[in-house]
């Protein structure tokens, strides 16, 4: 694993959209349960073995990009609001 690791150039490239499509289905498949060791090896083996992400690589990506729950729109006003009185507030 290590080697691959180190021969891998992929792991610096950004993310294709297919990398991105078989991330997605691969969580859907495991029913979101975040194992993301077994995640990273299953994007691997379903892509024929032609994309390899770490599973901290797959881990940030879902959570930073891709993960539906997370409302990634501008802060509203009333966030913003909600937000300085908390930082006020202690």
Known sequence: LKSLLKTNKKLREKWSEEEVHRLTKVIREEGF???????????????????????QKCREKWFNH???VVNRDKWTL?????????????
């Not at 300085?84 to 507030?89: A, C, P, R």
């Open 78 to 90: 009333e966030e913003d609001f909600q937000l300085f009185s908390s930082v006020m507030k202690f």
């Open 33 to 55: 349960t975040y194992k993301w060791s077994e995640i990273s090896y299953k994007l691997f083996e379903q892509s024929r073995k032609r994309f390899f992400r770490t599973p």
């Open 66 to 68: 891709l993960d539906p």
